[in-house]
């Protein structure tokens, strides 16, 4: 029973680089969400898609691009590596099941250094 | 903007004790759902608990139950017999009916101790 999976685990770039970070879902969610973690400030939103074909932006989009490529795919996209990027990325989803509950269900996250 | 403060960055318990971890948060709305969530040092993310602002009755789930009082817009946490595997960073987290934008605290390190 995978969940959400994160590729890759870890990663290290050069300013300026590029790189995208993928996450797949085999729950049948329609939502699914990326979220950045840094030391004392929590999770924040980078981006979200309330479903197939759509996406928006959350608490702190500058610097990234997102696509839902089908019902199970949201990838990150990083076009030019910054170090105030450096975090460790969480991909999560939701859905309906038996009903909505809120929940989201995280993949085990994604570290990413920027020097 | 939804907030959701969490003012204790660290805390700690003696094994089968019991503590309580806080929360705060400020909205406007009147209908809204409240989670806590587990990051042990693996780094996944779990469920604890999670508690609808219409319900008054306070959420229980095993050793892990909420106070939480609507008027005051708080919403903690208790960890009854507390266990070693608790050890773990707690999220506190809010997020608006039907809404897709959860907004998370800073988190409280809880270590419990043998």
């Known amino acids: 029973n995978a969940g959400v999976t994160q590729t890759p685990k870890f990663q290290v770039l050069k300013t300026g680089q590029s790189m995208t970070l993928q996450c797949a879902q085999d729950?049948?969610?329609?939502?699914m969400y990326w979220y950045r973690q840094d030391p004392g400030m929590g999770l924040r939103l980078i981006y979200y898609s309330a479903s197939e074909g759509t996406t928006d932006k959350g608490e702190v989009p500058n610097g990234y691009n997102v696509s839902r490529l089908n019902k199970r795919e949201f990838s990150l996209r990083l076009e030019s590596a910054a170090p105030s990027q450096t975090s460790v990325y969480f991909c999560?989803?939701?859905?309906w099941g038996t009903g909505w509950t809120g929940e989201l269900f995280f993949g085990e996250g994604s570290r990413l250094t920027v020097l | 903007a939804q907030t959701v403060t969490q003012s204790q960055p660290e805390m700690s318990v003696q094994e089968a004790e019991t503590v309580t971890l806080s929360c705060t948060y400020d909205?406007?709305?009147?209908?809204?759902?409240l989670f806590w969530y587990k990051q042990p040092p693996s780094r996944q993310m779990i469920l604890v608990i999670r508690q609808e602002a219409y319900k008054q009755q306070n959420a229980t789930e095993n050793r892990f139950s909420v106070n939480f009082q609507k008027a005051a817009k708080s919403f903690s946490l208790k960890i009854s017999d507390s266990q070693l595997g608790d050890t773990a960073m707690y999220f506190c987290?809010?997020?608006?009916?039907?809404?897709?934008?959860?907004?998370f605290g800073a988190g409280t390190r809880l270590t419990v101790k043998p």
């Open positions: 909205t406007s709305e009147s209908n809204y759902y």
């Open positions: 999560a989803s939701s859905g």
């Open positions: 987290a809010f997020m608006k009916l039907n809404n897709n934008d959860m907004r």
């Open positions: 729950m049948n969610h329609n939502s």
